[in-house]
């Protein structure tokens, strides 16, 4: 259940920042990442301002990006459920996480790995660079193991 939740809470996302791309997101991540690195450490709670203040200008891409999550995770869930419990998809799975939401250990929680994505928003918390050579790491790392590699690390 856990798995399904997190892969809709990942489309919702990747479709966001697909709305968001043609206002030079480039500019704007790489502008955010500094902003939200110096605020980190001063008060974790102006995350959440920051994502208030994304969602109260840009409402209506939220929106949009709900109605069209909803939809779609349903979708692939009822159409590909028994694919997305092959270990090879799981893999997939979370070298997509580790790439776009490795810096909340998003892909740690898909894996049911709970401490570890505990641990990786402490680490979020102290220090986000850190946190994000972490979950690059992660993902390279899914993508050169083997399917039994990979199926010893998930315990």
Do not use: C
Not at 47 to 70: C, E, G, M
Not at 85 to 100: D, G
Request: net charge neutral.
């Amino acid at each position: 259940m856990l798995q399904k939740i997190i892969l809709a809470i990942a489309i919702f996302i990747i479709i966001l920042v697909a709305l968001t791309f043609g206002e030079t997101i480039a500019y704007d991540a790489f502008a955010w990442l500094s902003h939200l690195t110096g605020l980190v450490f001063h008060n974790f709670s102006d995350i959440y301002y920051a994502a208030r203040d994304y969602v109260s200008t840009h409402a209506t891409k939220v929106v949009i990006a709900l109605a069209l999550t909803v939809p779609i995770s349903l979708w692939i869930i009822k159409t590909k459920s028994s694919e997305l419990e092959k270990p090879t998809n799981h893999r997939k799975i979370a070298i997509v996480l580790a790439i776009f939401l490795g810096w909340l250990g998003a892909h740690r929680f898909y894996l049911g790995q709970i401490g570890w994505g505990i641990f990786y928003l402490i680490i979020f918390y102290l220090f986000a660079p850190l946190v994000i050579v972490l979950a690059l790491i992660d993902a390279v790392r899914y993508m050169f193991m083997s399917d039994e590699e990979f199926a010893l690390a998930r315990i």
